[in-house]
């Protein structure tokens, strides 16, 4: 039998930006330079889920999106607990090609009986018209993952988009809240899925000059990673 994979929409997006890269840090441990994470997008994360919860509890939506999203919060407090740990998340094992997908999300909603993802986004600055197509796959996986566990699913999610505008007086910042609703295709899901496993089950991937990263230090050194 092959090898097991498993995969995450976090690798997944490394495997749309460079195939090389991915199959290097999934094959041989190789792993790209890492930056400086600014931990206040962690941490607006974390308060953010629990506003959200506070509102859950209510059984209302927070008013900066109410009349601006489909459905209400999803009141499966145990689930969306579930769902938000990346150690256990939504899980879709295909046993045909002995893989495995696993995600985490923000947060859900429901209208009647359909389930509708929510990603929550914090930026520096205001929305450009390109602000959604780099998490595109995401939401699309998400989808997916939720259709591959039996939940019926819209043909959309949203992205909730967070950035400051102000600080007032005793340090409080005032946030621009904007709900976008991005259409999802599960087709395109399972394309990835199917195409970053391919990946690991071929022969090492070629560089090319887009990426920074392989391809940097080939040309800088010839040095074959």
């Known amino acids: ?55 859950r509890k209510q059984g209302k939506l927070p008013p900066e999106i109410d009349g601006k999203v489909l459905g ?31 995600g985490a999300i923000d947060d859900c909603l429901i209208d009647k009986d359909v389930y509708i993802p929510i990603d929550y986004k914090t930026r520096g600055y205001g929305l450009k018209d390109d602000s959604t197509s780099y998490y595109q796959h995401q939401l699309d996986i998400y989808c997916y993952l939720l259709f591959k566990n039996g939940y019926r699913i819209a043909d959309f999610a949203y992205l909730i988009f967070y950035y400051p505008k102000s600080v007032k007086e005793d340090g409080i910042v005032s946030f621009e809240v904007i709900p976008i609703r991005v259409p999802t295709d599960i087709n395109h899901a399972e394309q990835i899925f199917y195409d970053s496993v391919a990946c690991l089950r071929g022969s090492e991937p070629k560089s090319h000059s887009r990426c920074k990263y392989c391809s940097w230090g080939i040309e800088a050194f010839g040095v074959n990673l």
């Open 1 to 55: 039998m092959e090898e097991f994979i498993k995969l995450t929409p976090s690798i997944i997006s490394l495997f749309l930006e460079c195939p090389r890269c991915f199959y290097l840090e999934m094959k041989k441990k190789i792993h790209r330079p890492e930056g400086i994470f600014p931990s206040l997008t962690r941490g607006m994360d974390s308060v953010i889920k629990s506003y959200y919860d506070s509102y």
């Open 72 to 102: 209400k919060l999803l009141d499966n407090e145990q689930l969306l607990k579930k769902w938000r740990n990346n150690r256990v998340g939504i899980e879709y094992l295909n046993e045909e090609i002995n893989a495995l997908l696993k």
